[in-house]
């Protein structure tokens, strides 16, 4: 298992430079306080999808997540429908937000539960299962909501984890940093970290080492459905109102954060570390062609380029090309041959 590589460097200079060229292109603007607390308050939300992305790819058999957006979404419409019958989020905002924090969680448990189960057990391909599961995720959001936006409204508690600032730093953003550090922590130095990059990369030597295939993969999709119900709930803090079809293109950009962050498609390498810089440099580069004036359209264009480059280049290791047997091969088939 490769635990070092040059993304985390590589992801740390492109920042510097989308700093750099940003501030030349608005005059200073970009790195201006509010708009720095703008592009901070927007990571979280796509960012804990993209880390959710990375484990189910980490965990490998063509592991990845297609339901997150889905699945957030639910979890917004279906806690605010259901609070909405029991609190009033203008009279009674602490037990609403409370109410709402707890309903999206446990939506979220659930539909990630749903996926490792199928995917342990069922065997079922997990970029189908999610793609299935999407689906239904999306139609029990409809059927909840009737297919229109649901207001949640702006209790103060809720209202502050999407809005509210500590130190000057958007609150959703320290409660991404948070759970970001926790799960890289585990992944890290838990025995649980280990299985799962082990099944990644590995599956057969995990299997005959004992190691608890199954439990592995409920565990990661449990925990990335959690992660999509939070990004759900940041959604619903910061928008005021929850639909079903809210960030239709997030699942692409969430895939793209985790590619650019290094994260093997074929599993068994992942490091959330990267993820998080990852998620920074593409919500700044977001912003830069907004102070370029250039459309959306120009944006998906460009996130969908990245994601094939990304790709394409990351089936090759520039270190390969500077290893000494390159060198010899090369070497050897330049040499010219001496005529006898």
């Known amino acids: 298992m490769r635990t070092k590589d040059g993304h985390f460097t590589v992801l740390v200079a492109l920042i510097v430079v989308l700093m750099t060229a940003g501030a030349i292109v608005s ?7 509010f708009n720095l607390q703008s592009m901070a308050g927007q990571v979280p939300e796509i960012g804990l999808l993209a880390i959710g992305v990375m484990l189910a790819m980490s965990v490998g058999n063509g592991g990845i997540e297609l339901s997150g957006i889905a699945l957030a979404n639910l979890s917004g419409v279906a806690a605010a429908t259901l609070v909405a019958g029991h609190f009033s989020a203008s009279s009674d905002p602490g037990m609403f937000s409370l109410f709402f924090i707890l309903v999206a969680l446990a939506v979220g448990l659930l539909g990630g539960l749903l996926n490792g ?29 009737d297919g229109r936006s649901v207001r949640v409204g702006a209790p103060g508690p809720l209202y502050e984890i999407g809005n509210g600032f500590l130190f000057e730093i958007p609150i959703s953003f320290l409660l991404f940093i948070a759970v970001a550090g926790l799960i890289g922590f585990v992944l890290r130095y838990t025995p649980f970290g280990l299985w799962l990059m082990l099944n990644g ?97 120009v944006r998906d264009f460009a996130w969908g380029a990245l994601l094939l ?7 090759f290791r520039l270190t390969d090309f500077f290893s000494p047997q390159f060198r ?13």
């Open 201 to 297: 990369s590995n599956p057969k030597a995990s299997e005959y080492a004992g190691f608890p295939q199954n439990k592995v993969i409920i565990a990661t999709y449990t925990v990335s459905g959690v992660l999509s119900s939070l990004a759900g709930i940041i959604i619903a803090a910061r928008t005021i109102n929850v639909k079903w079809d809210y960030g239709t293109s997030y699942l692409l950009v969430a895939i793209l954060i985790a590619v650019m962050a290094g994260v093997r498609p074929e599993g068994g390498y992942g490091r959330v570390v990267c993820v998080v810089l990852s998620a920074i440099a593409l919500q700044m580069m977001s912003s830069m062609l907004n102070f370029m004036g250039l459309s959306n359209f």
């Open 328 to 340: 010899a091969v090369t070497a050897s088939v330049q040499r010219p041959q001496a005529r006898k």
């Open 309 to 315: 480059g990304f790709l394409a280049i990351g089936r």
């Open 27 to 33: 005059g200073g603007n970009y790195l201006s306080l």
């Open 117 to 145: 189960l199928l995917i342990a057990y069922l065997k079922i391909t997990a970029i189908l299962c999610t793609l299935g599961t999407q689906m239904f995720f999306i139609g029990l959001a409809v059927v909840l909501s």
